[in-house]
Nanobody, 122 residues
Framework: QVHLEESGGGSVQAGGSLRLSCAVS?????AAWFRQAPGKEREGVAA????????YYGVSMEGRFTISHEKGKNTVYLEMNSLKPEDTAMYYC??????????????????WGQGTQVTVSS
């Protein structure tokens, strides 16, 4: 069983930054952030192997977002810079128990947090 708890969402103006945190309890192979805006499909944002292996990013996030894992706290972070209004969404942390060829495929993640809202105003 894996439990995930997100924090760090909020409101920010365009061009600003936010850092999301996801406290992970339980054995996890890979953790990821996904987001979902109203009326849109859930979108993969970034993923990281929990042994601080490879990272993966969605196309529109690479270069602006950074995912990292602090082993001592077993916490996954998503540093978001140069935020745009189109980044507004509910952001979810997710955990994958074993290898999947698709790091940003929501269906391959078995556990999910409750989500944290990010709102970017223009």
């Amino acid at each position: 069983q894996v439990h995930l708890e997100e924090s760090g969402g909020g409101s920010v103006q365009a061009g600003g930054s936010l850092r999301l945190s996801c406290a992970v309890s339980g054995p996890t192979y890979r953790a990821a952030w996904f987001r979902q805006a109203p009326g849109k499909e859930r979108e993969g944002v970034a993923a990281i192997h929990m042994s601080n292996g490879p990272t993966y990013y969605g196309v529109s996030m690479e270069g602006r977002f950074t995912i990292s894992h602090e082993k001592g706290k077993n916490t996954v972070y998503l540093e978001m810079n140069s935020l745009k209004p189109e980044d507004t969404a509910m952001y979810y942390c997710a955990a994958q128990l074993s290898y999947s060829a698709y790091a940003l495929k929501a269906a391959d993640y078995q556990y999910w947090g409750q989500g944290t809202q990010v709102t970017v105003s223009s």
